[in-house]
């Protein structure tokens, strides 16, 4: 389902836009606050994150801790593959 802004329509019953529009601004913010200059080849890292940041902004800090700790377990991550093959 949608609404219509262009119909000046911004909720019906259940239907709004204001999680998209929250989860947007919070995009937003860390792009231009925190990361400052995004590189285009790096813009889905940073939306990965935001994703990750909005979907558990209501949990405690450990529950996010944990959250993130179970994303990460058993993987992997070289210096090489970090670095783009670049050594030191």
């Known amino acids: ?3 219509n802004h262009g119909r ?3 909720v019906r019953g259940d239907v ?28 889905q890292a940073y939306v990965d994150e935001s994703v990750f940041r909005y979907n558990v902004r209501i949990q405690t800090d450990w529950e996010r801790f944990e959250s993130a700790m179970k994303l990460v377990l058993g993987k992997r ?6 670095t783009g093959g670049a050594t030191r």
């Open 1 to 3: 389902q949608s609404v």
């Open 8 to 10: 000046k329509e911004y």
């Open 16 to 43: 709004t836009t204001n999680g998209i529009e929250g989860f947007f601004n919070c995009a937003r913010r860390a792009l231009k606050g925190s990361y400052i200059r995004a590189s285009p080849e790096h813009l």
């Open 77 to 82: 991550l070289t210096y090489s593959e970090l």
